[in-house]
C-alpha cells in the first residue's frame, strides 16, 4: 500500500494471503483471530488493516479478480479467440466454485439495485475485463453475436454456486454449456480440456 512502512506493508501482504486461504478452507465466516494467530500479528494489526470482515473479504475477493483481470489481458493476443475466452471462463469457474463465498458475492453484486454502493464490486471489475475476449471471439464468428460477457458470466456464476468444491462438475457443466445438448453436439461435452474449441 503506497505510504504504508514496509512493515506495514508486509503485515498487509501476510494477512491478505493468509486469509485467502482461510476462506478458500473454512469460507466467508473464517475466524479474523485465527487469522491474525497463523499470521503470526495481533488482532488489533489485523483491524487497522481490514476494520471489518466485509473489507477483508472484500480485499480478498479483489485481489482474485484483478488476477483475473490480468490474465483476460495475457489471453487477449491469443490466436484462437474462443479458446482463448473459455480458458478464461474456466479460472473465473474454478476460482468461484473453489472459493466459499465468492460466487454468491459475484450473484449479489449482478442482482443488486445498480443504485446500491458496493465496497467491491466484482462483476463490473470481470465483466470490463472479459469484454475484450468477448468481442474478438464475436469478431471471429466464435460465439454468437448476442452472447455478450454478461451472459457468459451469469452463466458461470450459476454453475460455481450449484457445484461449489466440485470443480471437475463445474467445468463439465460449462463444457455441456458450451457445446449445447442437441445429439450433434453430446460429445463435445466430455471433451478433456475446457480450452478445446
Not at 483481470?69 to 480458458?87: C, I, K, M, N, Q
Not at 468461484?96 to 463490473?124: K, Q
Amino acid at each position: 500500500m503506497p505510504g504504508q512502512r514496509a512493515d506495514a506493508r508486509r503485515n498487509y501482504a501476510l494477512l491478505l494471503s493468509v486469509a485467502e486461504q482461510a476462506i478458500a478452507e473454512q469460507g466467508a465466516d473464517a475466524s479474523l483471530e485465527q487469522i491474525a494467530r497463523v499470521a503470526g500479528v495481533g488482532s488489533g494489526t489485523v483491524r487497522r488493516h481490514f476494520p471489518t470482515r466485509h473489507a477483508l473479504l472484500a480485499a480478498v475477493f479483489r485481489k482474485q479478480t484483478d488476477a483475473l483481470a490480468d490474465r483476460a489481458r495475457e489471453l487477449t493476443d491469443r490466436p484462437d479467440s474462443r479458446a482463448a475466452l473459455l480458458e478464461w471462463l474456466g479460472e473465473v469457474l474454478t476460482f468461484a466454485a473453489t472459493t466459499r463465498g465468492l460466487a454468491e458475492a459475484l450473484n449479489r453484486d449482478h442482482v443488486a439495485d445498480p443504485g446500491e454502493a458496493h465496497e467491491h464490486c466484482a462483476t463490473a471489475r470481470l465483466i470490463e475485463a472479459g469484454q475484450p475476449l468477448v468481442q474478438r471471439a464475436g469478431s471471429d464468428g466464435a460465439v454468437h453475436p448476442d452472447v455478450t460477457i454478461g451472459d457468459l458470466l451469469s452463466l458461470v456464476t450459476g454453475i460455481a454456486l450449484v457445484t461449489e468444491h466440485r470443480p471437475d462438475d463445474a467445468n463439465r457443466l460449462l463444457r455441456l454449456a458450451v457445446a449445447g445438448i442437441g445429439p450433434g453436439d453430446g460429445a463435445a461435452a466430455n471433451r478433456p480440456a475446457l480450452t478445446t474449441p
